[in-house]
């Protein structure tokens, strides 16, 4: 089985401070583990993913993430925040072992950034 | 190049009814899977497929069937719609040598 905690419902930030948002996982075996953001009534768009190698990992809009394998974490990062990142962020999370194996996915965090 | 396509945008279905939910993709993609996503919850798997004819469960299957007769196309049905079935449903795909998946713009659906 695997699953994903993301722990805060919502984030608030101001313009120009870092963020960070956080998730943990569980998985059986060694995870792929996934970052999307949802803007208003769109689908889910693919930020970055973690499937072997650095531990930092560097996406979308100058998002990163870093895996921890001791503390099943994948954290969403990024340095300074902008206005327009406010959106929907999931966190997500497939067993490798498997190909078939689909997402699982956290319940969310809503990001609001306020100038 | 589509990517993965979702009809309709928008759905209001009367208890009982019955509809089906389209998904189609042009990338070819062997894995097709259907989320319903309610506040909150994140994003539930329904239903999935990893190949044309072949199709299980996800962790919410219960009121809803599905069917993968070609690579394409991933159409969910809804047998009887229940209130419990209002949600924004999302369909994705996946290719074979891809870790990520693609994401429909969603269809909200809303029984009354």
């Known amino acids: 089985a695997q699953s994903v905690a993301q722990p805060e419902d919502q984030v608030n930030v101001a313009e120009g401070n870092p963020l960070t948002v956080k998730c943990t996982y569980s998985v059986s075996g060694n995870p792929y583990l996934f970052w999307y953001v949802q803007y208003p009534n769109r689908g889910l768009q693919f930020l970055l993913k973690y499937i072997t190698g650095d531990n930092l990992v560097k996406g979308s809009y100058g998002f990163e993430a870093e895996f921890n394998k001791s503390q099943t974490s994948f954290h969403l990062k990024k340095p300074s925040a902008l206005v327009s990142d406010s959106a929907l962020y999931f966190c997500a999370v497939r067993d490798r072992a498997n190909a078939g194996n689909m997402l699982t996915f956290g319940g969310g965090t809503r990001l609001m950034v306020k100038p | 190049n589509a990517g993965v396509t979702q009809t309709p945008k928008f759905q209001v279905l009367k208890t009982g009814q019955s509809m089906t939910l389209q998904c189609a993709q042009d990338?070819?993609?062997?894995?097709m899977s259907w989320y319903r996503q309610d506040p909150g919850m994140g994003l539930r798997l329904i239903h999935y497929?990893?190949?044309?004819?072949?199709?299980d469960q996800g962790e919410v299957p219960n009121g809803y069937n599905v069917s993968r007769s070609t690579t394409e196309d991933f159409p969910l049905r809804l047998l009887s719609a229940a209130p419990s079935q209002t949600s924004v449903y999302f369909c994705a795909s996946r290719g074979q040598m891809n870790t990520e998946a693609f994401f429909g713009q969603g269809t909200r659906l809303t029984v009354v």
């Open positions: 990338m070819n993609h062997e894995y």
């Open positions: 497929s990893v190949g044309a004819g072949i199709t």
